[in-house]
């Protein structure tokens, strides 16, 4: 159901936002997904949270039916049953086999609003993608206070025409605040036919942004030693950007679209340590660091043992 002017809606609708604190490995992610345009299926709410001190993670999700949910246009509201999202604002609830998880945060747009890299399906005129959240999280009654968590927002129109392999992002890094890094694998539909994998790079560092992007073809293998790294190593026109994204396997969750087969979902983390270092003519070396506040997320199409590795993607042209 929609209030407001009658609009071409996409296939599906799916905004996701995720927080960390500032200092402690505790991270929070959060799914709403809008019903299918021209059917009566409903939508969903998905939210996991990160304890890294704890060395647990906690993944709820609640199917809400197509007569609970609205959009508001007008104010730019999601409305799925007591769950809602706007602009500056995310509420709602969610069940999951072992407990119950509750959230009310403030969403604040940061003073310097960054783009995200090319060839990406979102739209460049969507809402910022970061934020800083305040607010509290309930996990099963007991309140973590949420105060200066830092963020982002993410909108997937559900046009299809983009596949993920590996995907990271670092919002503000341990040793540089105002740095951000945004990665992906990916590939687009040209036609009927999958274009070759691409792989972008967009590191922002002292105000100005490097962008790598090139093609190339992504490996996965299988691992043993329970962590999971995406290994990268990216050169074009001078710029080199390398450097690796990696997590313990206990600490990834996992996320299916709407209508996904399970094995095709998604194994994210929040809370992975992130190393770029960034190699520019006539400058030195400077080497950015994140311990916990790395988003990384990869395909689950191979998941075997509980984890896939992402190794040597990209290789950039020598």
């Not at 990160?50 to 993944?59: I, Q, Y």
Request: proline fraction near 6%.
């Amino acid at each position: 159901m929609t209030d407001g002017p009658d609009k071409a809606l996409p296939l599906f609708q799916v905004h996701v936002l995720r927080a960390n604190h500032p200092s402690r490995p505790l991270a929070l992610w959060l799914s709403y997904t809008g019903p299918q345009a021209g059917t009566n299926g409903g939508g969903e709410v998905s939210a996991a949270f990160f304890d890294g001190e704890h060395n647990a993670v906690w993944h709820v999700k609640q199917y809400i039916p197509n007569s609970f949910c609205r959009v508001n246009h007008e104010h730019g509201e999601l409305h799925l049953d007591e769950s809602v999202l706007s602009e500056n604002m995310a509420s709602g609830s969610a069940p999951g086999n072992h407990c119950h998880l509750f959230w009310d945060l403030q969403l604040h747009p940061l003073t310097e609003q960054l783009r995200s890299s090319l060839f990406t399906s979102l739209d460049p005129e969507a809402v910022p993608s970061h934020l800083v959240f305040n607010g509290t999280i309930w996990l099963d009654g007991e309140p973590i206070e949420v105060r200066s968590w830092l963020g982002s927002r993410m909108d997937d129109q559900g046009q299809k025409t983009f596949r993920r392999l590996a995907w990271a992002q670092v919002v503000g890094f341990d040793n540089n605040p105002h740095a951000f890094f945004e990665c992906s694998t990916q590939r687009m539909m040209l036609g009927e036919k999958w274009s070759p994998w691409m792989s972008m790079f967009t590191l922002t560092y002292a105000g100005n942004v490097y962008a790598v992007n090139t093609l190339c073809d992504g490996v996965i293998e299988e691992a043993d030693n329970g962590t999971v790294v995406w290994s990268f190593d990216a050169r074009q026109t001078g710029i080199r950007i390398h450097g690796q994204v990696q997590a313990p396997a206990a600490f990834f969750a996992r996320f299916n679209y709407p209508g996904q087969a399970e094995e095709s979902g998604l194994l994210h983390t929040k809370l992975a340590n992130c190393i770029v270092t960034l190699t520019r003519p006539g400058k030195p070396p400077v080497t950015l660091s994140s311990l916990h506040r790395a988003s990384f997320e990869m395909t689950a199409d191979n998941f075997r043992r509980g984890t896939s590795i992402v190794t040597c993607m990209p290789i950039g042209a020598r």
